[in-house]
């Protein structure tokens, strides 16, 4: 487990205050004073619900490495580095089938079919998450602008940005790399 998040661990210990944050980790402290963690790197999270109670999930965490075996070289850069696909080429831009969109790199389900639009913007766009608890967004001020990124919660892939620019009920578009998502037309609604 990388050091940062061992600090950090120690730091918070086992609570924090969910009205003041989006998203909190929940550390389990073993015998050792460390972090608990399974076999498979894996960490839990605390989101603080927009109902005012607690969700939790199942935080993966991967070596960089171990996400180039899993995913293409244009998946990666993307998804880990934070990239972006060019408008306008991504494979699920004009998608009209029903279905739920998941997460390419740890498969949580992410948005829903009724809920994406075509926004004109060349990215896959959707009003709204399949719950508000699968994504976290969280400030970016690359490429010298102001945006809000939005993440996979439970693996922190890059997914795209969020803007308030789209139709109601939300009022959110939500504009996502095709890369960064995974069509499952076995899933409705």
């Not at 995913?71 to 993307?78: A, C, D, G, P, Y």
């Not at 580095?81 to 080429?89: D, I, L, N, P, Y």
């Amino acid at each position: 487990m990388p050091d940062f998040l061992l600090g950090l661990a120690n730091a918070l210990g086992r609570r924090a205050d969910c009205a003041n944050s989006r998203v909190l980790i929940l550390f389990r402290r073993c015998n050792t004073g460390g972090v608990s963690h399974s076999k498979h790197n894996r960490l839990i999270i605390r989101r603080c619900s927009a109902q005012g109670g607690e969700v939790f999930v199942e935080k993966i965490v991967k070596s960089d490495q171990q996400w180039q075996e899993l995913l293409s070289k244009e998946e990666f850069q993307v998804c880990r580095q934070k990239g972006t696909e060019r408008a306008f080429s991504g494979e699920y831009n004009g998608e009209k089938a029903e279905g739920v969109y998941t997460c390419r790199c740890c498969g949580l389900a992410l948005f829903r079919s009724d809920t994406k639009y075509d926004s004109g913007s060349g990215w896959p766009s959707f009003y709204q998450p399949a719950d508000g608890e699968v994504v976290a967004v969280i400030r970016d001020v690359s490429h010298g602008m102001v945006r809000e990124e939005v993440v996979c919660a439970r693996c922190d892939a890059h997914l795209g940005h969020v803007f308030p620019d789209g139709p109601a009920p939300t009022g959110l578009r939500y504009c996502i790399n095709s890369l960064s998502l995974k069509l499952d037309k076995d899933k409705v609604g």
